[in-house]
């Protein structure tokens, strides 16, 4: 007898539909699996054995053949085990064909019939829904992750008879309501601006940074404050939408089997040791490409602390993500998309020892070493870092003596009155200014005479490249938002030349 039962495979942030077809039929007892499966499916066999057993379930004593369509797409992973092993108890008439017509089932078996999680089961939910299943069964792990698709019945248990009950009677089990934002967790508001003491040119850059999701570069001596500017960005960042929410957790669910429970309104933080190879950075891998640190930080915060410590090889890979937003995975047999639409905050010292250029310590580097260091950040990466800012030590007094500052929470309330308004004068949405591209951004940033003829001494003075003019504009549009202002002001222009002089100034 023949039967099917439809699961998917994983490609890239997508799933693809996969019918598993399973045969019994005469001959000596064998267990065949083709469709192009890698070794993990081809171990399903002895799971699937040693799991109908220990479920008190008879052998299959046939010659069994199972078939995975289509077969030029390579089969990868466990989450076959659980569609083939019902596919071969309805072959075997254990259980009604009709249980599995319109059914989407995923999951690993451990050798006693429990079902494991897996990963990719949001692009599974969403791929059923598209395809009309009637039901979507799924490990009791990822029982909450399937269910926030909308419209789509999920099913969720424990084990493999667990599973064969809920098929029985599937009204008796309805999809849990899942669809919401979860709360964040309390350690992660363990970085507050109120605690940093001084850094006002630091503080300010931030809050440019937020309002128009620009990406930063910190320098400056150890201990100044660097780390902790860049770990208070995400809460003065506006909340995910939907949309996004779900974006992200698909993203996540790729790349983990259980992604933290909930769709979660704060950003995702991510920030990569710089010991990170390029796959583990933009994605990829043997045999299948995972998405990497950048996917994972998507509509989120990507923080390289120790930036010169990257490899410039790692850290080349990371310009095409900045300006496309996506990055393509091109192997012999595939091309995969994983989006990556971050903002990128990276932090360096000035020279290896730290202390070049500091009143107080002396640099203990030569300017040959110095030239070294920052070779590992090319002039095209730097290019494409909007701002560039000095971060300064402390003095004594600031340290001994400290006074109120202003904390995250009252600079992310001032953040989204100025979003806002800005989206009630012009339409747009602040947070996107970093996405505005030629015409568009010269049509809503209206300069005044001032401000034309400053720029036009900031591109001779500064030797602007027309990606660096465009950005030193979008800067400075966002800081005639935060201003409440329609026209770029001069002033406006001179403030967002002060985030580029940097470039002027490395060793």
Not at 3 to 27: F, M
Not at 194 to 217: F, P
Request: glycine share 8%; proline share 7%.
């Amino acid at each position: 007898m023949l039967a099917r039962c439809t699961s998917a495979a994983i490609v890239g942030v997508e799933a693809c539909p996969v019918v598993v077809e399973a045969d019994l039929g005469p001959g000596l007892p064998a267990f065949q699996i083709v469709g192009l499966p890698d070794a993990a499916v081809q171990e399903s066999r002895e799971r699937i054995r040693s799991a109908l057993r220990n479920s008190g379930q008879r052998p299959l004593v046939s010659r069994l053949t199972v078939n995975l369509a289509p077969a030029a797409l390579r089969k990868q992973g466990p989450s076959f085990d659980l569609p083939m092993a019902l596919a071969l108890q309805a072959a075997a008439g254990r259980i009604p064909l009709t249980w599995l017509e319109g059914l989407w089932a995923t999951g690993e078996l451990g050798l006693d019939g429990t079902l494991r999680p897996v990963r990719g089961v949001l692009a599974m939910a969403e791929a059923a829904q598209a395809g009309g299943a009637r039901h979507l069964l799924v490990p009791r792990d990822n029982g909450d992750e399937a269910a926030q698709v909308d419209g789509l019945s999920v099913l969720a248990a424990a084990d493999l008879n667990e599973a064969q009950e809920q098929l029985q009677n599937p009204q008796a089990h309805p999809t849990p309501d899942q669809r919401c934002f979860a709360g964040v967790a309390k350690e992660e508001f363990k970085f507050d601006l109120g605690d940093l003491q001084g850094q006002s040119h630091g503080r300010r850059a931030l809050e440019i940074a937020a309002a128009g999701g620009h990406h930063m570069l910190l320098v400056g001596p150890p201990g100044c404050g660097k780390s902790v500017l860049a770990r208070c960005l995400p809460r003065l960042l506006p909340p995910l939408s939907m949309e996004q929410a779900l974006a992200v957790r698909r993203v996540h669910s790729v790349a983990f089997a259980q992604p933290e429970a909930g769709l979660r309104s704060q950003r995702p933080f991510r920030a990569p040791h710089h010991s990170c190879t390029p796959a583990a950075l933009v994605g990829g891998g043997s045999p299948q490409p995972l998405p990497g640190e950048v996917s994972l930080a998507h509509h989120g915060v990507l923080f390289l602390d120790e930036l010169p410590e990257f490899g410039r090889h790692c850290l080349d890979h990371l310009r095409e993500p900045l300006e496309q937003g996506a990055i393509d995975i091109a192997r012999a047999g595939q091309r995969l998309r994983f989006p990556c639409q971050f903002q990128l905050v990276a932090a360096a010292n000035p020279c290896p020892c730290g202390w070049w250029g500091d009143p107080v310590h002396s640099c203990s580097c030569g300017d040959a070493v110095r030239r070294r260091y920052w070779r590992q950040v090319s002039g095209p990466l730097l290019d494409r870092i909007d701002l560039h800012v000095p971060v300064r030590r402390l003095s004594p007094t600031e340290v001994s003596r400290p006074t109120a500052a202003e904390t995250t929470d009252q600079v992310r309330k001032r953040l989204a009155i100025s979003r806002e308004k800005t989206s009630q004068r012009s339409g747009r949405q602040l947070f996107e200014n970093r996405l505005l591209e030629g015409r568009q951004l010269r049509l809503c940033s209206p300069l005044t005479s001032a401000a034309q003829d400053l720029l036009d001494c900031l591109a001779d003075r500064l030797g602007l490249s027309m990606r660096s003019l465009d950005r030193l504009m979008r800067v400075a549009r966002t800081i005639a938002d935060l201003a409440d202002s329609e026209h770029l002001e001069a002033e406006h222009l001179a403030e967002a030349a002060t985030y580029r002089g940097f470039d002027l100034d490395l060793p």
